[in-house]
C-alpha cells in the first residue's frame, strides 16, 4: 500500500479539532488542521450544542486539511461525545436544535421510566451503566409534538456524516451508549424501544466502524475543494471508542483513563459482564472497535477543573492553567478529597461551591484558595481512578500491569504522578489525540493503507507517538 491521507474530526465536549491523518504500514502523522472552541448555547427552552457552527467548523477544518495535504484526502471520519442526538423529520430536516447532555430536562425523568422498565431488565439487555442523560432518558424527556413529526433520531457523528454525505445510519459503537442497544446481540433492542414508547423507525441501518458511508455531496466538495473520490467512513464515531483504540498498550494487561472532559476509566474485553454485582458497582459496557467491549466508568473528569477555572476567570482570577497547576503542585498531600462522582457536579455553574459542599458532606475540611482547590480536585479525580480500575479489575478478573492515560489530561503532569501514585501502578501518559489516532486508523485500515488488528494499530502509534511514563512512589506516613 501507497499510504493514505485521511482527515479525522473529534468533537470533545470542550473543544473539536480536525486533523489530517497520514497512513501508512511504517507511518503515522498527525497534524492538526483546525481547532476550534465548543460552546453551547442557552435558550428559552435549555442548553444545546451549537451544531450549525460545529459544522461549519467542520467545512472550514475539512478545507485547511485538503489545502495542507499534497495530493488528495481519501476519506473523512467524525467520532464525538455520546448519548446526544438531533431527530429529523420525514423530508430529513432537525425537528429542533439538539440538547446538550447536561441541559436540566432529564432530571427526575430516570425514576418514571424506571417504573415502566426495570433498571435491572435495562441492565442486562444494555450493559450500560446509570447516567440520568442516556438517550433513552432524553427521549423520554422530548416534547411528544417533535416526537410526532420525527422519522429519523441521529446521533449527532451521525448527524454530521449525514450532512456531508446525504446517507442515514447509525454507528454501533455509538449506538451501544443509547440504553436502546443490545449489548449481546448487538442490534437495537426491539423490546426495549417498544416499553420506551417510541417508534422502531426512528433507529436507523447501523453501520460497523470502517464501513465506507458513501461520496460526499457536490454541495460540501464545492465549498471545501475536496475531490470527488474522497468519501466518508464510519469510525469508532464513540470518541472514547476511538480513543481506546488509540491506547498505545503492548499487550491486553492494562487499564485506561481516557481523560477529557470527563475520565472514561476501565479495561478493554472480549465480552460484557453483566452480574448484578456489576450492576451495584455501575460499571458501563460500551461496544468497542473490532466487537471489543469497553468496560468502564465515566469518572466526572476535567469538568471539574474546567468549570472552576471558567469561574475563576469570570471572577478575575488567575485562569492559566499551567500557572494553576503548578501551584496546585506545591500544595502539599494529604489534603481534603471528595468523591467526583456525585451527580450534583453534572450541570454547569458555581463548582467550587458544589466541591465546597462535597468536601463539608465527606466531612472534610473545605479547601481554601485556588491551589488547594485545583489540588483537591486532581487528588480526587486520582483517588476515583485508582478506585475504578481496581473495581473494573475485580469486576472483570482481568488483570493489568499499567495503566494508561490518554486524551487532553495526559499534558496534566500533577494528576498523571498522583494518579500512579493512588492506583499503585505505572502510568503511561499520552498520546494527548488518541481519539484522532483511533479516528484515523480505522479508515486507514478500510482503505488499506495499514492491515492487522487493533494490536497492529497500538504498535503504530507506540513506534510513533512519544508517551511519558510515571512510576508509583511509596505512600509516605503523611499521604492518606
Ligand atoms: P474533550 O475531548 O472532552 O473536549 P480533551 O481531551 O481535549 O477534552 O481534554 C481537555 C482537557 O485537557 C482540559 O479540560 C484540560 O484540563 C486539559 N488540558 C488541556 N491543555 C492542557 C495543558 N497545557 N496542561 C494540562 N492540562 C491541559
Ligand atoms: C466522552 C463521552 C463519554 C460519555 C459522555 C457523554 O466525551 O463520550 O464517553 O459518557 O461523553
Keep these: 500500500a501507497n499510504g493514505s491521507t485521511l482527515a479525522a474530526v473529534d468533537l470533545g465536549a470542550s473543544s473539536g479539532r480536525v486533523m489530517l491523518g497520514r497512513v501508512a504500514p511504517d507511518r503515522l502523522e498527525l497534524t492538526e488542521a483546525h481547532r476550534f472552541p465548543n460552546v453551547p448555547v442557552r435558550l428559552p427552552?435549555?442548553?444545546?450544542?451549537?451544531?450549525?457552527?460545529?459544522?461549519?467548523?467542520?467545512?472550514d477544518g475539512l478545507a485547511a486539511a485538503r489545502r495542507a495535504c499534497d495530493g488528495e484526502l481519501r476519506s473523512v471520519g467524525i467520532d464525538s461525545w455520546a448519548v446526544d442526538y438531533g431527530l429529523l423529520d420525514a423530508a430529513g430536516t432537525l425537528v429542533s436544535n439538539p440538547y446538550h447532555y447536561r441541559d436540566s430536562r432529564t432530571d427526575g425523568v430516570a425514576a418514571e421510566v424506571h417504573e415502566r422498565i426495570d433498571p435491572a431488565q435495562l441492565y442486562a439487555t444494555t450493559g450500560l451503566q446509570f447516567l440520568p442523560f442516556t438517550t433513552i432518558y432524553q427521549l423520554a424527556?422530548?416534547?411528544?409534538?417533535?416526537?410526532?413529526?420525527?422519522?429519523?433520531?441521529?446521533?449527532?457523528?451521525?448527524?454530521?456524516?449525514?450532512?456531508?454525505?446525504?446517507?442515514?445510519?447509525?454507528?454501533?459503537?455509538?449506538?451501544?451508549t443509547t440504553g436502546l442497544f443490545d449489548a449481546r446481540r448487538g442490534t437495537w433492542a426491539d423490546e426495549l424501544v417498544r416499553q420506551a414508547g417510541l417508534s422502531r423507525d426512528l433507529f436507523g441501518e447501523l453501520r460497523r466502524p470502517g464501513d465506507v458511508v458513501g461520496p460526499l455531496l457536490p454541495e460540501v466538495r464545492a465549498e471545501t475543494g475536496v475531490a470527488s473520490?474522497?468519501?466518508?467512513?464510519?469510525?469508532?464515531?464513540?470518541?472514547?471508542?476511538?480513543?481506546?483504540?488509540?491506547?498505545p498498550a503492548a499487550d491486553e494487561r492494562f487499564a485506561y483513563v481516557s481523560c477529557g472532559t470527563w475520565s472514561l476509566v476501565g479495561v478493554e474485553l472480549d465480552g460484557p459482564v453483566l452480574t448484578a454485582a456489576s450492576r451495584e458497582a455501575n460499571f458501563t459496557n460500551e461496544g468497542g472497535v473490532d466487537g471489543t467491549v469497553r468496560y468502564l466508568r465515566n469518572v466526572m473528569g476535567l469538568w471539574l477543573l474546567a468549570e472552576s477555572v471558567a469561574e475563576w476567570e469570570r471572577a478575575g482570577l488567575t485562569s492559566d492553567l499551567p500557572t494553576l497547576l503548578a501551584m496546585a503542585s506545591d500544595v502539599g498531600p494529604g489534603g481534603p478529597v471528595f468523591d467526583p462522582d456525585d451527580p450534583a457536579f453534572i450541570?454547569?455553574?458555581d463548582m467550587t461551591g458544589r466541591i465546597a459542599d462535597a468536601c463539608r458532606r465527606a466531612g472534610q475540611p473545605v479547601p481554601e484558595g485556588q491551589a488547594r482547590t485545583v489540588r483537591c480536585i486532581l487528588d480526587s479525580l486520582a483517588d476515583a481512578y485508582a478506585r475504578t480500575v481496581r473495581d473494573a479489575v475485580a469486576l472483570s478478573g482481568h488483570e493489568v500491569d499499567v495503566v494508561h492515560l490518554?486524551?487532553?489530561g495526559a499534558q496534566n503532569?500533577?494528576?498523571?504522578?498522583?494518579?500512579?501514585?493512588?492506583?499503585?501502578?505505572?502510568?503511561?501518559?499520552?498520546p494527548v489525540e488518541a481519539t484522532a489516532l483511533g479516528n484515523v486508523l480505522v479508515q486507514a485500515r478500510a482503505h488499506g493503507a495499514v492491515t492487522g488488528d487493533l494490536w497492529t494499530m497500538r504498535?503504530?502509534?507506540?513506534?510513533?507517538?512519544?508517551?511519558?511514563?510515571?512510576?508509583?512512589?511509596?505512600?509516605?506516613?503523611?499521604?492518606?
Design 45 to 59: 427552552d435549555g442548553l444545546h450544542w451549537d451544531v450549525l457552527r460545529l459544522y461549519r467548523d467542520l467545512l
Design 141 to 176: 424527556a422530548e416534547s411528544p409534538v417533535r416526537l410526532r413529526h420525527a422519522e429519523h433520531l441521529a446521533l449527532l457523528p451521525d448527524l454530521f456524516t449525514y450532512w456531508l454525505t446525504g446517507e442515514l445510519g447509525t454507528e454501533r459503537t455509538n449506538a451501544s
Design 229 to 247: 473520490s474522497m468519501v466518508a467512513t464510519a469510525v469508532g464515531s464513540h470518541d472514547t471508542a476511538s480513543a481506546v483504540v488509540g491506547v
Design 347 to 349: 450541570p454547569p455553574g
Design 406 to 408: 490518554v486524551g487532553g
Design 413 to 430: 503532569e500533577l494528576l498523571c504522578r498522583l494518579t500512579a501514585d493512588a492506583c499503585g501502578l505505572p502510568v503511561v501518559a499520552g
Design 459 to 480: 504498535a503504530l502509534i507506540r513506534a510513533t507517538h512519544p508517551v511519558r511514563r510515571y512510576e508509583p512512589r511509596p505512600r509516605t506516613s503523611t499521604d492518606r
